[in-house]
């Protein structure tokens, strides 16, 4: 499996380097871990030209590029950060930008990939992040995955157990989720399920 870690900060050797260091940890020798930096691209504010509602973005900056190395993924983790009560601004600007100008042109490339979110914050509002993400996934229609609860990290905290023990268990259902989508179907088992299919269909 190869998974992409999207990361919103733009600190060095702050907390969500930390995260990115428990990913690696955790998936060695099960996945490929790549962490691409948002502060390492140029990603500019959308210009609400709308002419992006039926082909990719023109705006001339790295955008384009990331949405490449998101389609070659298996899995994404979206890992912003969070600002004023909500994700900062160039988190912000990716979303807006990768969704409208180019999955929707694109007619929703990520379909059914999977896709998990993580969020570092000071203290509050780390679930309205959270939520406003997973908004994003399933608009893109890819397979989201988690744990039961939200890894939501405090920086506040020299450790947060809760958060990392929430993060280990989404990338265990990640790893589950990709074998069992890659696994070959057993004789007849396709068929099986096209004949529900159709009885649901029709009945």
Same mark, same amino acid.
């Given at each position: 499996m190869k998974l992409i870690v999207i990361v919103g900060s733009s600190r060095a050797h702050g907390v969500s380097s930390r995260v990115v260091s428990l990913i690696r940890r955790h998936l060695a020798g099960r996945a490929?871990? &790549?962490?691409?930096w948002l502060r390492d691209y140029r990603i500019d504010y959308c210009d609400a030209d709308n002419a992006c509602s039926h082909?990719?973005?023109?705006?001339?900056?790295?955008? +384009? /590029?990331?949405?490449d190395e998101m389609v070659k993924a298996d899995a994404i983790l979206? @890992?912003?950060?969070?600002? /004023?009560?909500?994700?900062?601004? #160039?988190?912000? +600007?990716?979303? &807006? #930008?990768?969704?409208?100008g180019f999955m929707r042109p694109r007619e929703r490339p990520l379909r059914d990939k999977l896709a998990a979110v993580a969020v570092v914050g000071r203290r509050y509002g780390h679930t309205a992040v959270f939520g406003q993400v997973v908004l994003n996934v399933l608009l893109n229609k890819m397979v989201l995955v988690g744990s039961g609860f939200p /890894?939501?990290?405090?920086? %506040? @905290?020299?450790?947060?157990? &809760? /958060? &990392?023990q929430a993060l280990r268990e989404t990338l265990d259902r990640l790893v589950e989720h990709?074998?069992?989508l890659n696994e070959r179907p057993r004789r007849g088992a396709e068929r099986l399920r @096209? @004949?529900?299919?159709? %009885?649901?269909q029709t009945g």
């Open positions: 490929s871990v &790549e962490d691409l082909i990719d973005c023109s705006l001339p900056d790295d955008v +384009a /590029a990331i949405v979206y @890992l912003p950060v969070m600002h /004023a009560y909500g994700t900062n601004s #160039r988190f912000q +600007a990716f979303l &807006e #930008r990768v969704g409208y /890894a939501t990290f405090n920086t %506040q @905290l020299v450790q947060d157990p &809760e /958060a &990392e990709y074998h069992k @096209l @004949l529900k299919q159709v %009885q649901f």
